[in-house]
């Protein structure tokens, strides 16, 4: 289920997907990334390209849906966590806001949309 939920992802423009550790922080758009499973591998990207990430399937225990108050306007996120419940990977919906800050109702729609499909909070079983 944690491919199916990041294909759905990927497929979405305007993704801001997040790893952050200790020393280094990756971001990589959504935008037309490929993606495919080999065992526990899940790859997001063309692993010959400039930038992919390799998520362990084994590793992510969870998922949710978070939605966060910011000063004048609300980010969108789906979450993913593993067994001591650190945040491995975020997937921060962008560009939900119309040049008057009035939230695009087709924007999130897709967010709306994809948190119908899988729930509030996913839990993973490898």
């Given at each position: 289920m944690l491919k199916d939920l990041l294909?759905?992802?990927v497929r979405i423009d305007d993704v801001l997907m997040i790893v952050k550790s200790n020393g280094a922080t990756?971001?990589?758009?959504?935008n037309s990334l490929s993606i495919r499973q080999k065992e526990q591998w899940i790859t997001i990207g063309d692993n010959d390209g400039p930038c992919h990430m390799h998520v362990n399937?084994?590793?992510i225990k969870n998922a949710e849906f978070v939605t966060e108050e910011k000063l004048e306007r609300i980010s969108f996120s789906v979450r993913l966590f593993?067994?001591?419940n650190e945040r491995v990977l975020a997937?921060?919906?962008?560009?939900m806001y119309?040049?008057?800050?009035?939230?695009?109702s087709e924007r999130k729609k897709l967010y709306d949309n994809l948190q119908a499909k899988?729930?509030?909070?996913?839990?993973?079983?490898s």
């Amino acid at each position: 289920m944690l491919k199916d939920l990041l294909s759905d992802i990927v497929r979405i423009d305007d993704v801001l997907m997040i790893v952050k550790s200790n020393g280094a922080t990756i971001e990589m758009r959504s935008n037309s990334l490929s993606i495919r499973q080999k065992e526990q591998w899940i790859t997001i990207g063309d692993n010959d390209g400039p930038c992919h990430m390799h998520v362990n399937e084994e590793m992510i225990k969870n998922a949710e849906f978070v939605t966060e108050e910011k000063l004048e306007r609300i980010s969108f996120s789906v979450r993913l966590f593993d067994k001591n419940n650190e945040r491995v990977l975020a997937c921060f919906f962008t560009k939900m806001y119309d040049e008057f800050k009035k939230l695009k109702s087709e924007r999130k729609k897709l967010y709306d949309n994809l948190q119908a499909k899988y729930g509030q909070k996913i839990e993973f079983y490898s």
